[in-house]
């Protein structure tokens, strides 16, 4: 069953495409020319996302998260490596990939219903087949009875379910979100958690999450994956085998905290180096350098 006027499966469809939805990246580099010479931003990024997998990534501020899903996304080329979406390899942005960016990016000008149809109008589908998908859609978050509101009559957490639906009614088989909620507070960011969990359940979409939260990660993810200080790289990864469907009591279970415990644990020296090097403080990186030496001559022993 398809979109009136195009061939792209209804959303919650399985594509018949036996790779549809895998997202795969393979020895990826990004280097970035500046007034000093060249940067070498990520180095030998290799992940493998498989069909409907919650994938979330998590390192510590500038060590590439965004710019990845930016090469992921095609806005941005990457130096060496490979990046593939459903067996075909990435050049340009496509109608299988769906960005959401830290801002919810709504048109002020537009009503509801008019931000979630951008996508569906720019492929041309038929009225009354936007209709019903925007109607579905917007029922599905709560919004229905908002769709002739404007950006600024919303709340921050409907704007970012506009925002979030908006992505989804074009049915894209990978969905990247760049650390969508970092700007909510602290309770509608809750919500907003659930409301990702819920959606994506009933679409299974492929998610790749960058977030700078350690317990949002664990709360939305199948897998954590851990990416070090710039050079940019994956160091380690976490499965997350905790049961779904997931609410907020799940991050007070002993499970729950030892899984956040171990990824901290991966990310503080790097975490504390990049905010060395940010701050120029020479006396917590030779502090640093101290104990990775201690932690290396321990192993060998």
Not at 3 to 17: F, K, R, V, Y
Not at 111 to 119: C, D, K, L, M, Q
Not at 272 to 290: G, K, P, Q, W
Request: charged share 30%; proline share 5%; net charge neutral.
């Amino acid at each position: 069953m398809t979109l009136q006027g195009n061939d792209t499966p209804l959303l919650g469809h399985e594509s018949s495409a036996p790779q549809a939805g895998r997202l795969r990246c393979v020895d990826v580099r990004k280097e970035f020319v500046t007034g000093d010479g060249r940067l070498l931003a990520l180095d030998g990024i290799s992940l493998d996302v498989a069909p409907g997998e919650f994938v979330a990534l998590v390192g510590p501020s500038g060590c590439g998260k965004s710019t990845l899903l930016r090469m992921i996304d095609g806005l941005s080329s990457s130096s060496g490596g490979t990046i593939e979406v459903g067996g075909k390899r990435v050049t340009r942005p496509g109608p299988d990939r769906a960005f959401i960016f830290q801002g919810d990016a709504l048109f002020p000008w537009r009503t509801v219903e008019a931000n979630v149809r951008i996508g569906l109008e720019l492929r041309r589908v038929k009225k009354r087949e936007a209709d019903r998908v925007v109607t579905q859609f917007l029922e599905m978050v709560g919004l229905l009875d908002f769709r002739k509101r404007y950006p600024h009559e919303l709340s921050g957490g409907m704007r970012q379910r506009v925002n979030l639906v908006r992505a989804l009614v074009v049915d894209p088989q990978v969905l990247l979100m760049d650390e969508p909620f970092s700007a909510l507070d602290a309770q509608t960011r809750e919500l907003m958690q659930s409301e990702v969990t819920r959606l994506w359940a009933a679409t299974k979409k492929t998610v790749l999450f960058v977030t700078h939260s350690i317990e949002e990660a664990v709360f939305l993810a199948d897998r954590v994956l851990v990416m070090s200080s710039r050079p940019g790289r994956i160091s380690c990864e976490f499965r997350v085998d905790l049961p779904r469907p997931r609410d907020a009591g799940i991050q007070r279970t002993p499970e729950f905290i030892e899984i956040s415990r171990a990824i901290w644990e991966s990310l503080r020296g790097d975490v504390l180096r990049s905010f060395a090097l940010e701050t120029n403080n020479e006396a917590l990186l030779a502090e640093i350098d101290s104990e990775e030496r201690e932690e290396r001559l321990a192993s060998k022993q």
